[in-house]
């Protein structure tokens, strides 16, 4: 599915279509499902009820963020197991025959890092498969706004931004490397790296909304979803899980946590998740949203039959590349955005072919813009 | 993934097979018999302590037995599941209403218990006390997201009388020239309605009566392996043999909340045999890879 993400900030008017969604609200508020997930809408949201039309973009705040996260505007999706079953089905199907060399060894893992990247490119899936990947000071900020929101969520609090991000992260061995990266910063690095973090800390501070916990909040929750007689296993850990398992209909939201610039590909990502969610639980989340820390956006996306649908063709067809490759196909390459930051970009002529033609592009001052 | 309900009931519901003593005896036994030999000849050594996590390395990384083992230090996911039992049983029993609201006080008060006490009911307690907020705040998200998994699992309302919930592992030594000691974990011990003539489902009793006949719950990350049988068999065996005058549990619940998965073991003589063979084999494999470490 094509997907046109607005540019920020953008005009919105929210009003008009919340006001329509409380009608629903109310409804679903009555039945026990909604009760019992405990993340069911409420009759009135503070600030979204007056009606008030904006007309240049600011972020959401407290509860009106939350208002957004719980009324998607859509009926929230019936349980139904047999759409999981079907999902399941496609996916096993079209995996059929592949994993007749993989079974008794460790399942082939597939991530939404992955299948982003080897849909893109395979040649730049390989090649970022392998080393290590170099530190950077956006990717230090993502990782410490992460554990920042993890505290958030928890304790409902951040008192020192850095040194909590910090002391979070050095008890995690996955950052050792990360943490050791940022202690050797130079002291310039390190204030472009804290005045970020504490920017984006004091936004979420400010902005993210108090989750009840009868909400059951959980943060950095593992989905696995095995496949094809346990050869394949999609993967996934949501920043956050809010609401109880489905009775009658969705219950849980899902939302991913940015702190980097808003990309097209975070949706494929929200979609990926809600397929893991509802192969898991047999019931699809009612909503996946991503929260972009930088800016204080918003991105909401009701679940739908079709959005599932749509995700598990995308999950089968980056699997079989995935699987192609793991078992010693040649990676295509295939000239895209990535190539600008590909590791294989100084052995691949596409890829030089494509960056050279947009530097030439720019130079000539015809990119278009 | 099953409904809360559904499971509990699964849980609660009268278990039909009992493990009489002369089949334990027999299997204790034949472990005795098997598993002498197999560490005889690297006698006496550094204890073995089988557990459920030592079978799953020995069946699906059998290369890193051998692998010298990390100085210990603490972790959040060390803490995880006793903090995270703690906030269940806290939840259980009715002082918080869900794992986010429990986890806070749950770990203060065993801080202060300890600082009070010196007593250390988790261990844990001095590191956690010396962290800094931030990294405490990981090691609370983590005991919540596992404690929630598990409280949202089961209909607590039907679990009456409570589970045993944590508590002790269940330990048995084989006797044989180089220690070797099984270890039986299991997360929450639901005493089972049993079938009366008089009545027709009789109310259970609290899980630690003695006589008083027990499904034991087993929770795991990821995924179940091809052999989750066996490594539910194995708490049954464990805790038959751990406590020989308490009925074999007759069930085994396992939960894989990553996976949404739920399966259930009726545990007969056959899941016992099953299950120390699996025992033997790991023994097997660990000598293994001792004597390639040390050749």
Known sequence: ?369 | MMRAGDLTGVALSPAGVTIDDVVRAEIRHRLIARIGPLVEPTAPGRPIVVTLALLRQARTRVESLGEPEDPFAWKPIFVRRSLGLAIVAACANGRFRSPLEAAGPVASEAVSEWERTGWRTFHWEPWFAGLADGARAMVLADAVGWATSIWLSFDWNQLRPLPQIGSGDDQWICPAGRTVRLKGRSELRVPLAVASPLERERRPTPANEVGNRVALVSVSGGCPTEWWSEELAYLALVAGLRWPARPVPPRVLGLWPDSGIHLSLEIDEEALHSAADRVVDTVRAVVEACQSAAA
């Open chain 1, 1 to 369: 599915m094509e997907v046109q993400l607005q540019s920020e900030p953008r005009e919105v008017t929210t009003a008009p279509a919340l006001g329509r969604h409380q009608v629903e609200d109310g409804m679903a508020a009555s039945t026990p499902a909604a009760r019992e997930s405990g993340f069911a809408p409420r009759s009135s949201t503070p600030g979204v009820a007056a009606g008030i039309e904006r007309r240049t973009w600011e972020p959401l705040v407290g509860d009106e963020l939350l208002g957004r996260l719980r009324i998607t505007g859509r009926p929230r999706p019936k349980t139904d197991p047999e759409l999981a079953h079907r999902l399941r089905a496609e996916l096993e199907d079209g995996l059929l025959g592949d994993d007749s060399d993989r079974r008794g060894g460790p399942p082939l893992v597939v991530t939404k890092d992955r299948l982003t990247r080897v849909l893109a490119c395979e040649a730049h899936y390989v090649a970022s498969e392998f080393g290590d990947r170099l530190p950077t000071v956006a990717m230090a900020c993502g990782a410490l706004i992460d554990v920042l929101f993890r505290q958030l969520v928890t304790v409902g609090s951040i008192s020192d931004a850095m040194a909590d991000g910090l002391a979070a992260l050095s008890v995690d061995d996955h950052h050792r490397a990360l943490v050791s990266w940022i202690d050797r910063l130079t002291d310039s690095q390190r204030d472009e790296l804290r005045t970020e973090v504490e920017r984006q800390a004091n936004g979420l501070v400010r902005r993210w909304p108090t989750l009840d916990p009868a909400w059951f909040p959980r943060t950095q929750e593992s989905v696995r979803v095995r496949l094809a007689g346990g050869t394949i296993e999609l993967s996934a850990r949501v920043d956050l899980a809010i609401g109880a398992p489905a009775q009658d209909e969705g219950s849980v939201a899902i939302i991913e946590i940015k702190s980097g610039v808003r990309r097209v590909e975070h949706r494929s990502d929200l979609h990926f998740y809600a397929l893991l969610e509802t192969l898991r639980s047999l019931a699809p989340p009612f909503v996946v949203a991503t929260y972009y820390t930088r800016t204080g956006e918003l991105d909401v996306e009701p679940v739908s039959d079709d959005l599932l649908i749509g995700a598990a063709r995308r999950t089968l067809a980056g699997t079989r590349l995935l699987l192609n490759l793991a078992e010693g196909s040649e990676p295509r390459r295939t000239p895209s955005g990535l190539c600008g930051v590909c590791a294989a970009l100084p052995t691949c002529e596409p890829g030089q072919h494509r960056t050279i033609g947009r530097v030439r592009h720019r130079a000539q001052g015809s990119d278009g813009r």
